[in-house]
């Protein structure tokens, strides 16, 4: 091996040591989810749907979702049908532990039902 072919070699292997090993991407939010005070709430259903609320049950967006994954979270994008024309509504969600997610800041916990 010529020492040009060697530099690169190792110049290869030092790239990827220091990209260290890909991030696992979370998984989606799927369950109900409640505020404390349930002044909010979130349902993300294992089929594709979801709706965000208030305490009263006013609906602030549903429709058809999405998960784009992180490796603490993602981004949940709601196609509300709440619009004149279904709109996309992006939620930032970051897992916090099993039971536990915030959302845009919020701290909502895994509710039964």
Request: charged residues 10%; aromatic residues 8%; contains cysteine.
């Amino acid at each position: 091996m010529t020492s040009a072919k060697l530099a690169a070699a190792a110049l290869a292997v030092a790239c990827l040591a220091a990209a260290g090993p890909a991030a696992a991407q979370s998984a989606p939010p799927v369950g109900f989810w409640a505020t404390d005070d349930g002044s909010e709430r979130l349902l993300v259903s294992d089929n594709g749907h979801c709706m965000f609320t208030n305490g009263q049950g006013q609906v602030f967006s549903s429709g058809r979702c999405s998960w784009n994954a992180s490796s603490r979270g993602g981004i949940l994008t709601v196609m509300s049908e709440q619009n004149y024309r279904p709109a996309p509504i992006y939620y930032n969600v970051v897992w916090i532990n099993p039971l536990t997610i915030s959302v845009q800041g919020d701290v909502f916990r895994k509710r039964a039902g």
